[in-house]
């Protein structure tokens, strides 16, 4: 472990040597990529996700992707770029920074840049956090007066964490133009944050996983009962188990069986119309009017070998058993 400048009182700062020993001292903390789904509002994670990942009871390596790759490799740029725009200077901009809060366990942060204002040293430090935008999504989600929520409350989290007084948020739009939003603490959003935090250690004490959002928990679920035990068996004509809603797992079964038939059909029906649009535009690249534009490019793709890690997973099917035919 390197040593690390204490940059506030209000955190222990340390600097690991590697990215494992970094994700290593992350296990087990709510950090400020975390805050939003403490509230719901994270795109990432759910509050039932962020439980059981807090909680030990599933492990969950990203995949870094070509944009988050390039975004590491180009943050040094934009932070510099940003901070020379606005009279900032980077104080500290190391990848591993770590903050563990001193007011809460268990809450903590890796602030992008630590930075100081030159003309107004008297704020202190600051924590500078950098995105690299897709011109797309910030014409979706990014205004002239604010990031998206999570993000600010990923800014908030940092400053409740390290105890500083202002920071921003700096993004990169589309590789040419940037949009920054400075922020002072705000005290209020800040109180919530130690609160929801608080709240989700308790539920990890008491093994109260809060409840699932079906549609966006599927991966994390399948993650947490990824092992069927083999012989296991639920008979719903006679079932073991007293405690057994026969009612609702043959309603539940009904459901997955019916919507599974109602995405087939809709498949077919998908490839039967673009079938029948393609027969019709023929070589055409383009349709338009009447409301209506229709790309039809042609695509290639170069032959390649994938590779396959290996990988554990359950798969859901439901049918209808045909009836035993009566013995003559």
């Not at 990848?95 to 008297?122: N, T």
Request: glycine share 6%; proline share 4%.
């Amino acid at each position: 472990m390197t040593k690390c400048k204490q940059y506030s009182d209000a955190a222990d700062w340390q600097k690991p040597r590697t990215e494992a020993k970094w994700l290593k001292l992350r296990e087990g903390d709510i950090t400020a990529t975390a805050a939003a789904a403490l509230f719901g509002a994270s795109p990432y994670m759910t509050p039932f996700d962020l439980f059981h990942r807090l909680a030990g009871n599933m492990k969950v390596e990203i995949q870094e992707s070509e944009r988050m790759l390039w975004g590491k490799r180009l943050q040094d740029s934009i932070a510099a770029g940003i901070c020379e725009d606005n009279g900032w200077r980077i104080v500290e901009g190391h990848p591993f920074l770590y903050a563990r809060s001193k007011a809460l366990e268990g809450m903590a942060a890796s602030p992008d840049y630590i930075i100081e204002d030159i003309a107004r040293p008297e704020l202190g430090y600051g924590s500078l956090e950098i995105k690299n935008v897709d011109y797309f999504i910030a014409k979706d989600d990014w205004s002239d007066e604010e990031s998206p929520p999570h993000i600010e409350l990923q800014l908030q989290h940092q400053l409740a964490v390290c105890g500083f007084s202002w920071g921003a948020v700096g993004g990169l739009i589309g590789g040419n133009s940037s949009k920054v939003f400075r922020r002072d603490a705000d005290a209020e959003v800040i109180a919530a944050i130690f609160e929801a935090a608080r709240e989700m250690f308790d539920r990890i004490k008491r093994n109260d996983a809060p409840s699932p959002h079906y549609g966006k928990d599927y991966e994390t679920l399948r993650t947490l009962y990824k092992h069927a035990t083999i012989g296991k068996i639920i008979n719903l004509d006679f079932p073991d188990d007293a405690e057994t809603d026969v009612e609702k797992l043959t309603a539940l079964i009904d459901q997955k069986y019916n919507a599974d038939i109602a995405a087939k059909l809709a498949k077919e029906d998908a490839q039967r119309a673009s079938a029948e649009l393609l027969d019709f535009i023929k070589d055409a690249e383009t349709v338009l009017g009447n409301g209506w534009q229709v790309k039809a490019g042609t695509t290639h793709k170069d032959g390649y070998t994938a590779v396959f890690k290996p990988t554990t997973y359950r798969t859901i099917r439901v049918f209808k058993p045909k009836p035993k035919k009566e013995k003559s």
